[in-house]
């Protein structure tokens, strides 16, 4: 059995908050359910309208990376800031967890501002026979790395 038909009024509403919103948050902040609102997004408009729609989604990404880039240089600057006012004796009074958490943090907003990644991923390997050999290739040569700098 269908429900009532959405009003004109509320479907514009609802694709106009499909710009910024999920299709969830949309359906928790008009009342409307989850359903409906895929079967709404899903429909096209007239084109004129829709070009309208993607120029204004434009705009929001626009205003979106223009205030990043903004978040990004205040953060860059805070970093310059801190930077400066580490004087060797305050690095030398602080505590090793001290260091080791402002280091991490200063590591992880510079990550951040390069655009990197900042997650921590834990990898395992196997180690089979032609690992092995490199591995005692690696240690025979450091050896003889060491071996020539003590000549």
């Given amino acids: ?3 009532k038909k959405t009003p004109p009024e509320k479907v514009e509403e609802i694709k106009a908050l499909s710009l910024v919103f ?5 359906s928790e902040k008009v009342g409307v359910s989850l359903r409906t609102i895929h079967s709404i997004l899903a429909k096209k408009d007239n084109p004129v ?7 204004k989604r434009l705009e929001i990404v626009d205003k979106v990376w223009d205030g990043k880039i903004a978040d990004v240089r205040e953060l860059k600057t805070k970093c310059d800031m801190i930077l400066e006012g580490l004087t060797k004796d ?10 080791t958490t402002a280091f991490g943090t ?5 990550r951040l501002l390069q655009n990197q990644s900042t997650d921590n991923y834990a990898l395992q390997t196997s180690i089979n026979d032609e690992k ?3 591995l005692q290739e690696a240690k025979e040569y450091l050896n003889n790395v060491v071996k020539a700098l003590r000549e």
């Fill in 1 to 3: 059995m269908r429900g």
């Fill in 90 to 99: 305050k690095i030398d009074k602080a505590r090793l967890t001290e260091l």
């Fill in 106 to 110: 200063l590591f992880d907003k510079i």
């Fill in 22 to 26: 999920s299709p969830a948050a949309i």
């Fill in 49 to 55: 309208i829709e070009k309208r729609r993607e120029e």
């Fill in 132 to 134: 092995i050999s490199n």
